[in-house]
């Protein structure tokens, strides 16, 4: 999507701290960090919001995941102990309108989240 921040960021066009990618995902550092680690994990592909996802997108968003499960452990919180986040729409505060997962570790957390 053309106007899209997050698919600018990962076609390159807007910098971004990159801490891994592959061919159909990419993970970079979030710009106003909530965490000593905080991470967002986006699919290349644009899909604005969960409630967005299709059948057949399973392995797509699965992959989100792996990474997650990966990027931890080489963030060194995988024991400490981490939380992967996807808000949607205004009440959970989704601002930017492409679907990514938050990896946020480092400290501990509050539950329930605010
Ligand atoms: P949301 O509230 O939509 O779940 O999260 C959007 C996240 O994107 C926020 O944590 C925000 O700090 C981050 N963010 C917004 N603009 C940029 C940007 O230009 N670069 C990076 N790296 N992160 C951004
Ligand atoms: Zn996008």
Known sequence: MAECLFCKIAAG???AEKVKEADD??????????????????????????????VGKEAL??????????????EGIAESGYRAVV?????????VFHIHMHLLGGREMGWPPG
């Open 13 to 15: 066009e807007i910098p």
């Open 25 to 54: 995902w990419i993970a970079f550092r979030d710009i106003s960090p909530q965490a000593p680690t905080h991470i967002l994990i986006i699919p290349r592909e644009h899909i604005a919001t969960l409630n967005d996802i299709e």
């Open 61 to 74: 968003l699965g992959k989100l995941f792996l990474a997650a499960k990966q990027i931890a452990g080489e």
């Open 87 to 95: 808000n949607c729409n205004a009440d959970a505060g989704q601002a």
